[in-house]
């Protein structure tokens, strides 16, 4: 997100910290800059963090590149962001079908929100507090919240 504050900007890190020097995993993390193809007429959008099975291959359109077919994508919620992420991106997002994981990480304190394939449905399922592990199992992996907030600042 351009313009966003030390907070999105510490959660951001955090998640490509644990992501790409954790222990070696089969997927790969794109941050806000990767642009997301929704539908294959004209829907793109940009997530502030997705993760797609092995190295997913760069697409082009009129120069620009995006990606197709994430696993999971995280978005770290802002005041002039908060209402499309619950919204209209999450409609967007969650119609892709290698989509398994929608997560929603609050900035203003310790929670991540999620929402979960389980065969063609959708459970929603919160975590809240520093203590908390938000477990993924599309990747077979966790994602401890004192990870994703180490450093920031909740005061």
């Known amino acids: 997100m351009l313009g966003a504050g ?35 007429e004209s829907t793109f959008v940009y997530p502030d963090f997705m993760l797609f099975a092995g190295l997913p291959p760069e697409h082009f359109r009129c120069e620009q590149c995006y990606f197709k077919a994430p696993l999971v994508v995280l978005e770290t919620l802002s005041p002039s962001t908060e209402v499309m992420d619950r919204g209209r991106k999450k409609e967007l997002c969650l119609q892709l079908e290698s989509l398994q994981s929608y997560l929603l990480i609050s900035q203003d304190k310790p929670m991540i929100e999620a929402y979960n394939r389980h065969d063609n449905d959708w459970r929603y399922q919160a975590w809240q507090g520093l203590d908390e592990t938000v477990e993924i199992e599309a990747l077979g992996c966790e994602l401890p919240l004192r990870e994703v907030y180490r450093q920031v600042n909740l005061e």
Do not use: K
Request: include cysteine; proline fraction near 3%.
């Open 6 to 40: 030390r907070r999105h900007g510490l959660i951001s890190v955090n998640l490509m910290v644990h992501y790409q020097m954790g222990e070696a995993r089969d997927f790969t993390a794109l941050g806000s800059r990767a642009c997301l193809q929704i539908d294959p």
